[in-house]
């Protein structure tokens, strides 16, 4: 009695099905008896604008050189103005670049005394663009707080993620500012990184990323900073199309969804920060600035905003959600 080889051809009834659909995000808040509502809000991020020197393949807004949404001084003194009537505790100011708005001095300058705290998301090699002089004398005067953003320590990683040349200018950049006291230990000027995994993979530990960092920089080039974060990709603008195109898109989707923490709910960025675009307009976060979802769902103005948004008002939501939510989350 002989037996048949397995055949290679599947048969009509087991023909290879794609993954199942992810339960919309939404729908995963109700299964655990979540709602995603503001709290306080003591946070004002400032997109200044999507104009930025370098085209990153995992940036969610499409930043880059042809982009020329820049915010005007008229709606900076706007911004100003809301933060002159209501008194928030950190301004967050990020970009595209941020370095490559032609008014980012002034703003900074109005903008410090109205808060206890201003942060300046940099790419590191913007800062070498401009005139990096007054602007990195600025930032020292005023204890603004630099947040850079680092892919690896390694050239070749940073490189194929942020173009030829990325790494060389951003360690040339991480020695200015070590120079002009940033991230001493002990010091008063704070330097802090933020890095994301190169492709379709969540973060390492957060500790252990900062650990490396550390232990890399300082012995290759002697560089020391204060802080780093690790942030999940958020499947949206470019990095979305990358996903879609390396065939990536519904395992990385699935890799998010699999990992959300209901934990991580209270601590989310978008309950105590409110985001505004480069044109004046209001947004939860960020990334519901790249997908056109309004504070609350619905489109207002920063000139027409005489406090903070109101405590308990819901938050927009989408599938995006779940990189914020995945594994330790992003607070």
Known sequence: ?????????????????GPAPV???????????????????????????????QACRHCHLEAG???????????????AGWAGRFRFSTVDITGGAPEMN????QFIESIAPLTDRVMLRSNLTALGETDSDDLLELLKELNVVIVASLPATKKGQTDSQRGAG??????????????????QEGGR??????????????????????????RDLKRRWGIVFNNLYTFANVPLGRFLSWLKESGNIDEYVHRLASSFNPCTIDGLMCRSLVSVSWDGFLFDCDFNLARGLYLGGRKRHVSEMAGPPEEGLPIATGDHC??????SGFT
């Not at 009695?1 to 087991?14: D, E, F, R």
């Open 189 to 214: 000027l704070e330097l802090d990184f933020v890095s994301s995994p190169p492709g379709a993979f969540l973060p390492n530990s957060q500790k252990q990323v900062e650990e490396r960092f550390k």
């Open 65 to 79: 050189p042809t982009r020329r949404e820049v915010m005007s001084k008229e709606t900076m003194d706007e911004v």
């Open 322 to 327: 779940y990189a914020c939510t995945a594994g």
């Open 166 to 183: 990325v790494y060389d200018r951003s360690i040339a950049m991480l020695k200015r500012l070590n120079d002009l006291g940033y991230g």
């Open 23 to 53: 339960e919309p995000f939404s729908s995963t808040l109700a299964r655990h008896d979540l709602e995603l509502r503001r709290g306080i809000t003591d946070t004002l991020q400032v997109s200044v604008g999507l104009l930025c020197n």
């Open 1 to 17: 009695m002989s037996t048949a080889a397995p055949s290679n051809n599947k048969s009509s009834n087991h023909r290879e099905r």
């Open 102 to 105: 032609p008014n980012l001095g």
